[in-house]
């Protein structure tokens, strides 16, 4: 088994504020490289409950799966079934905490599941990887 990608850092704003940036807000944060649509005018939707959908409205409407969220305790924790630009079958298992910290939030993100890649698992999961840490940072900035 492969040890999951994982991310923690340390936020200025309250436990709240970034849960719900992360997913009442994700469309201010989330960079159009890394949509599906890669328009303008795009939405990422958190269905806000246990078998929501994780999806991209494109400008022009159109939905893209994403995901589906599979853990739903505001503002404490998520996580989700992640299958964005492959199908339902290539799911990772993303989680997401945020912790009272301080002056602040600990977010520590995780991503795993990365064997259903089979041979091509740790390439995968180093691409991931790096894809995480710049998307973070746009989530940085935004909160």
Same mark, same amino acid.
């Given at each position: 088994?492969?040890?999951?990608?994982?991310?923690?850092?340390?936020?200025?704003?309250?436990?709240?504020?970034?849960?719900?940036?992360?997913?009442?807000?994700?469309?201010?944060?989330?960079?159009?490289?890394?949509?599906?649509?890669?328009?303008?005018? %795009? @939405?990422?939707?958190?269905?806000?409950?246990?078998?929501?959908?994780? &999806? *991209?409205?494109? /400008? #022009?409407?159109? =939905?893209?799966?994403?995901?589906?969220?599979?853990?739903?305790?505001?503002?404490?924790?998520?996580?989700?079934?992640?299958?964005?630009?492959?199908?339902?079958?290539?799911?990772?298992?993303?989680?997401?905490?945020?912790?009272? %910290? @301080?002056?602040?939030?600990?977010?520590?993100?995780?991503?795993?599941? &990365? *064997?259903?890649? /089979? #041979?091509?698992? =740790?390439?995968?999961?180093?691409?991931?990887?790096?894809?995480?840490?710049?998307?973070?940072?746009?989530?940085?900035?935004?909160?």
């Amino acid at each position: 088994m492969m040890n999951p990608i994982v991310i923690e850092f340390e936020l200025n704003t309250s436990v709240d504020h970034a849960f719900a940036t992360w997913t009442e807000n994700c469309t201010l944060w989330w960079p159009r490289s890394h949509t599906m649509s890669d328009a303008d005018g %795009f @939405e990422v939707v958190f269905e806000p409950f246990v078998g929501g959908r994780i &999806f *991209e409205r494109g /400008g #022009d409407g159109e =939905e893209y799966e994403w995901g589906e969220v599979t853990e739903w305790d505001p503002p404490h924790s998520l996580a989700y079934q992640w299958h964005i630009f492959l199908e339902r079958d290539r799911a990772t298992e993303v989680s997401v905490t945020f912790t009272p %910290f @301080e002056s602040g939030t600990m977010v520590r993100l995780e991503n795993g599941g &990365f *064997e259903v890649f /089979g #041979d091509t698992a =740790e390439e995968r999961q180093g691409r991931v990887g790096a894809a995480w840490t710049g998307i973070i940072q746009h989530y940085r900035d935004t909160v």
